[in-house]
Every structure is written in structure tokens, then in C-alpha cells.
T-cell receptor
Framework: GQSLEQPSEVTAVEGAIVQINCTYQ??????LSWYQQHDGGAPTFLSY????GLEETGRFSSFLSRSDSYGYLLLQELQMKDSASYFC????????????FGKGTKLSVKP | GAVVSQHPSWVICKSGTSVKIECRSL??????MFWYRQFPKQSLMLMAT?????????EQGVEKDKFLINHASLTLSTLTVTSAHPEDSSFYIC?????????????FGPGTRLTVT
């Protein structure tokens, strides 16, 4: 089966940098994705890593180390609007390939 | 980007009644649609996967006779919660994957908040 572990909560101040870690256990691996979800809203896709290394998209970056079964999402220049839950996800190795989500990390950005 | 819509966005129904939720891919064709359920402060849990023109595949523990899924076309899937009970109150989110584009991307609908009284 697949399982993902990430911290339940993180707090940071505006303008700071925060890193949200994710470790996973999978029977197969097709890459690690990150999603953002504001309260009451739908998850929105942030980034995807299939290979080791860092992917940068504006203020957000995502890193993957397949040998360590570990990845992280890095948020820079934090803004109040970044307060949300962040989920790491892997694709199921089954034929349907659905996403399996971690429990989510609630990020609170303080002024 | 690809857009997925859900209707209704919220619904309140009485215990014992049925509720239908629609999920549409607006600007792409979705061969596969996924239905998730999310309880407050919890993660998204996959309920079932539907492929256009075939029966849905349900996750373990999800009653297929209670949660009826129909994927009638490449742009529409419906989830019907039959004989709803208060414990079915939750946030239901559909997700669609297109026939082309990055396979890792699933596009999510805005969700439907169901409250059963």
C-alpha cells in the first residue's frame, strides 16, 4: 500500500520561508505532487516531481529525493493568502492511477 | 488550465432522501473521474473511480449501492447519495484526468458540501 507522512501544522510569519516535508512509502512510484487547499475550497495543483531535484515555480519550490522517499515543498516570501492546507500526494500504482493524499499540513501565516 | 465544475456547491437534505451531485469537465474530455470525500480537518479519501462507459471501481469500505456513480459521457460524471444519513454529511470533491496532457495532473472541482439533517 501507499502511505504519506507530513506535519499536521506549521506556523510562520509574513515574508518568511517555510518548508513542509513529506515522506512516503509506496510499492511503486510515479512522482510526488503537491496541492494547496484553502478552507472550504478544492485542492489546486502546485507542483510535481518525478525526478530527484528541485522544481521552482515562482515563490514555491518542490524537492524530491527518491532514494530517501522524501520530498518537501518550500514556500518563500510568505503572504497571508498562503494560509491553507498543503497536501503531498502520490499516484496509486493500480491501473486507475488515482492520487493518494497525505493527511495535510495546515500552514498559518501570521502578520 | 482545465476547469472542472460541480453542482450543486452545497446541499441540505433530509435523512432518507437521495442527492445527486454532478461533475463536469468544461474544456477537456475526461476519460477518468475520481470521487473523493473529505471530512473536516481531514485529508481527501478516494471513494471511487469512474471511467466513461463502464462501471465505477469502488474503494474498500465504500458501499456501491449507496453511492451510485454514473460516467455517462467524457464530460459528465454523477454521484448519487441514496438514502442519505447524517453521517454522510461531508465535502464531496470530484477530480478529472484528461485524455491528453500531463498524466500526473488531476483537476479538481470546487466541491459539494452535503449536510444531511
Amino acid at each position: 500500500g501507499q502511505s504519506l507522512e507530513q506535519p499536521s501544522e506549521v506556523t510562520a510569519v509574513e515574508g518568511a520561508i517555510v518548508q513542509i516535508n513529506c515522506t512516503y512509502q509506496t510499492s511503486g512510484f510515479y512522482g510526488l505532487s503537491w496541492y494547496q487547499q484553502h478552507d472550504g475550497g478544492a485542492p489546486t495543483f502546485l507542483s510535481y516531481n518525478a525526478l530527484d531535484g528541485l522544481e521552482e515555480t515562482g515563490r514555491f519550490s518542490s524537492f524530491l529525493s527518491r532514494s530517501d522517499s522524501y520530498g518537501y515543498l518550500l514556500l518563500q516570501e510568505l503572504q497571508m493568502k498562503d494560509s491553507a492546507s498543503y497536501f503531498c500526494a502520490v499516484r496509486d500504482v493500480g491501473s486507475q492511477g488515482n492520487l493518494i493524499f497525505g493527511k495535510g499540513t495546515k500552514l498559518s501565516v501570521k502578520p | 488550465g482545465a476547469v472542472v465544475s460541480q453542482h450543486p456547491s452545497w446541499v441540505i437534505c433530509k435523512s432518507g432522501t437521495s442527492v445527486k451531485i454532478e461533475c463536469r469537465s468544461l474544456d477537456f474530455q475526461a476519460t477518468t473521474m475520481f470521487w473523493y470525500r473529505q471530512f473536516p480537518k481531514q485529508s481527501l479519501m478516494l471513494m471511487a473511480t469512474s471511467n466513461e462507459g463502464s462501471k465505477a471501481t469502488y474503494e474498500q469500505g465504500v458501499e456501491k449501492d449507496k453511492f451510485l456513480i454514473n460516467h455517462a459521457s467524457l464530460t459528465l460524471s454523477t454521484l448519487t447519495v441514496t438514502s442519505a444519513h447524517p453521517e454522510d454529511s461531508s465535502f464531496y470533491i470530484c477530480s478529472a484526468r484528461g485524455t491528453s496532457g500531463p498524466i500526473h495532473e488531476q483537476y479538481f472541482g470546487p466541491g459539494t458540501r452535503l449536510t444531511v439533517t
